[in-house]
């Protein structure tokens, strides 16, 4: 399975823009990238995903680089609620199951 | 709110022990996935179902089967509990056999002593 690395945390101030990067120099053409995030006592919940191009929602905008050998996740106004471990997460769309393969991910604090 | 409940919230047994974790998935949600978390290892997928069926397995132990229903809820069996069984459970549903988006629930802390 092709690999992911992020930085263990991250320190972000209230009300400021986050980058989170992800490096996936592994990637396959068929993996497509995924982010979910784990608040404190809960359950990971999705937050966005892409395959080649930029993509933006409510939540939060994935920035993916041309060869796709990495991407961020922007969070474009952090707020005290966003403070959670960040996963990013390889999905083969080839595999017979959806399974999500969760690594380190990024505990980002953010400051009042 | 998920939408994805799973009981009990908290579980307190010893080893050697058999529990049975429960998860019901989100209306309409075909698949539900089970995924261990643990201090050591980190969130780890177990197995997967898709109407009824088993479609992937991860790292899960011989110890632990799982099935679902055809109401579509989900159970976790673990038998000859050890100490090191001690982790978060999470289960996830989502509308198809492969999806984008995943649902966690809000797991259930099993402590083995």
Known sequence: DAKTTQPNSMESNEEEPVHLPC????ISGTDYIHWYRQLPSQGPEY?????????NNRMASLAIAEDRKSSTLILHRATLRDAAVYYCILRDVQNAGNMLTFGGGTRLMVKP | DSGVTQTPK??????????TLRCSPRSGDLSVYWYQQSLDQGLQFLIQYYNGEERAKGNILERFSAQQFPDLHSELNLSSLEL???ALYFCASSVALV???????????LTVL
Request: glycine share 14%; hydrophobic share 25%.
């Open chain 2, 84 to 86: 090191g069984d001690s």
């Open chain 2, 99 to 109: 999806d984008n988006e995943q649902f966690f629930g809000p797991g259930t802390r």
């Open chain 2, 10 to 19: 908290h579980l307190i047994t010893a080893t050697g022990q058999r529990v």
């Open chain 1, 23 to 26: 490096n996936h120099s592994t």
């Open chain 1, 47 to 55: 937050v966005i995903h892409g395959l080649t191009s930029n993509v």
